[in-house]
């Protein structure tokens, strides 16, 4: 068994970022030897930092999909196409942040004053947005393959927004603050991909949980064995098509991280 977990709002809490609630689960699950597999907006530099705080030593990916990054030691053999990169290997599935900056370039005129973007943003402005403290919100700014847009006008808009980034070859994904604008690729892509890695070393495919509470989950749903919707204390479920098993939390954040693995695990508490 592999899990699969977003993080703001599923393993961390959506205002506080605290992982507490998360730990029982997380303790009884290295008991078990099952891998807690990061799939996540953050950037890179972003996760360094939490797999560590959290105690995670695991691959992970980021950036909604966009890269997976595997430490050295879990996989017998070198991913076909990965490369080498600070003691990972990194396989990426779309364009550099440039692309996708000009591309918000190009749009900006049809939507003047309807937006904002990590580039465009300070510091200050990102730990305003987000709640993160300083050094946090710094590796957030440090996007290597996509740009979080912070969304200023109404909804009717927003829909022509996403639209029009799509009609320019963009994959909009909505998180639970930002609209994520990046190339082809996502969460569930990226799922697949490690779970065939993985696959390729033992005789049985592993069974792939997933856990998030976000429309940019929704492929990583459809794409487990096992999905479950951590239920948000801020916006509707995303809509999974998915014909068994999948379940809700009745708890919010890590509070329905511990409550969902602990009954599909039957782990103890
Ligand atoms: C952004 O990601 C969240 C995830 O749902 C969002 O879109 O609301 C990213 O900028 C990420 O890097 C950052 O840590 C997070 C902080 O809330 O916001
Ligand atoms: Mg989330
Ligand atoms: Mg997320």
Known sequence: TLVFTDMDGTLLDHHTYSFDAARPALTALKEKNIPVIPCTSKTYAEMVELRNYIGLTGPFIVENGAAAFVPHGVLSQKPVGAIWQDGFWCQSFTSPKAHWLKLLEMIKPE????????????????????????????????????????WLGDEKRKAAFLSAVKARGAQPLEGGRFIHVSGDC??????????QAFSRQSEAAPRAIALGDGKNDIAMLEAADIAVIIKSPNHPPPEVKKEKALYTSTLPGPEGWTEMLTKLLSLKN
């Open 186 to 195: 996502d969460k569930g892509a990226a799922l697949r991909w490690l779970v």
């Open 111 to 150: 939507f003047d004053g309807e937006f904002t973007h990590f580039s465009e943003m300070s510091i200050d402005a990102i730990v305003q947005a987000t709640g993160l403290d300083e050094a946090s919100a710094a590796r957030a700014a440090q996007r290597q393959y996509g740009e979080p847009v912070m």
